[in-house]
């Protein structure tokens, strides 16, 4: 069955220190992967997707084949990094629907 | 960018209440959009999946005559929450693509509460 697993409900850190948030998934075809960002009192926005290799406000995700993880990363935190984190499964033969991971909320304290 | 408008975005009504949350892409056509819901500190749970001009595609659990979908436009899709109960009251959110292999597009979400 297709799932995306976040295992953080909480992560917690300190402005300046590292930050990683896991994504694991279980998909037999070849998977789509994305990282959605939820501030505050916002509307969910994409942060990430693993094909374009990029990196936005300092994060970046590599998708791992043989572990099946698509963690996110970012080398200093800022405070306005907190807010909610989705991991998302895509399905181009189904209209692009997602399957989203639980979500870990991400608070950077000063 | 791709922008999606959800209305209205908070509702309050009585138990046994029928209500429609609207869908909509402002600035390019969606052959299919999503209705997820979520509930309080928890992911979103896709519901279905609105297809322009045919039936939508429910996913598993979801009542489909609970849970009336509509897609009569490229840029309207609507969820009907029929004699919505208590147990209905959530954050209905819906999602729309510019097209193949585009990133989806979320709208604000409805806070739906069923006294």
């Known amino acids: 069955a297709q799932r995306v697993t976040q295992p953080e409900k909480l992560l917690s850190v300190f402005k300046g220190a590292p930050v990683e948030l896991k994504c694991n998934y279980s998909?037999?075809?070849?998977?789509?992967l994305f990282w959605y960002v939820q501030y505050s009192r916002q509307r969910l926005q994409l942060l990430l997707r693993?094909?374009s290799r990029e990196s936005i406000k300092g994060f970046t995700a590599d998708l791992n084949k043989g572990e099946t993880s698509f963690h996110l990363k970012k080398p200093f935190a800022q405070e306005e990094d907190s807010a909610m984190y989705y991991c998302?499964?895509?399905?181009?033969?189904?209209?692009?629907?997602?399957?989203f991971g639980q979500g870990t909320e991400l608070s950077v304290k000063p | 960018g791709a922008v999606v408008s959800q209305h209205p975005s908070r509702v309050i009504c009585k138990s046994g209440t029928s209500v429609k949350i609207e869908c909509r892409s402002l600035?390019?056509?969606?052959?299919?959009m999503f209705w997820y819901r979520q509930f309080p500190k928890k992911s979103l749970m896709l519901m279905a999946t609105?297809?322009?001009?045919?039936?939508?595609?429910?996913e598993q659990g979801v009542e489909k005559d609970k849970f009336l979908i509509n897609h009569a436009s490229l840029t309207l899709s609507t969820l009907t929450v029929t004699s919505a109960h208590p147990e209905d009251s959530s954050f209905y959110i819906c999602?729309?693509?510019?097209?193949?292999?585009?990133?989806?597009?979320f709208g604000d979400g409805t806070r739906l509460s069923i006294l």
């Open positions: 600035d390019f056509q969606a052959t299919t």
């Open positions: 693993h094909i």
């Open positions: 998302a499964l895509s399905f181009y033969n189904q209209g692009g629907k997602l399957i």
């Open positions: 999602s729309a693509s510019p097209g193949n292999n585009q990133p989806q597009h």
């Open positions: 609105s297809n322009e001009g045919s039936k939508a595609t429910y």
């Open positions: 998909y037999s075809g070849s998977p789509e």
